[in-house]
């Protein structure tokens, strides 16, 4: 599948590992830097980073770490419904979808290891 957009996303996460392997292995994510504390992909220009949430309080502070971050990771996708099928081979979960919304997607969406939720979208041909 192609993945045509993805907006510069910065995830908090429990389990790096984890969370690397969902997004390069299920996903389909290309990793282009790990360390012990960071992981960072690319897709088409665009950049994804990974944290350990561990070092949430020292970059956004205490009370707003404590807030318990959550996030929408959106990417576009030729056909949601093919993208839900390969999601569900690989044992992801379906949270809802895919169904034709009223802005012009079809969309899936799943939860990564850390439950942030991932939409995955299509466009909808006009007239269709």
Known sequence: MTRSRI?????????????????????GLELKFRDPAYAE????????GLFPRSDLPGLIGRDAAEGGPGYEVLFLVDDADAEAARLRDEGVAILAGPVDRSWGHRTVHVADPDGNVVEFAQEIPPGR
């Not at 907006?7 to 292995?25: G, N, T």
């Not at 992909?41 to 994804?48: A, E, L, P, Y």
């Open 41 to 48: 992909f690319v897709t088409r220009g665009t950049k994804f």
């Open 7 to 27: 907006d510069h996303v910065i995830l908090y996460v429990r389990d790096l590992d984890a969370s690397i392997c969902f997004y390069r292995d299920v996903v």
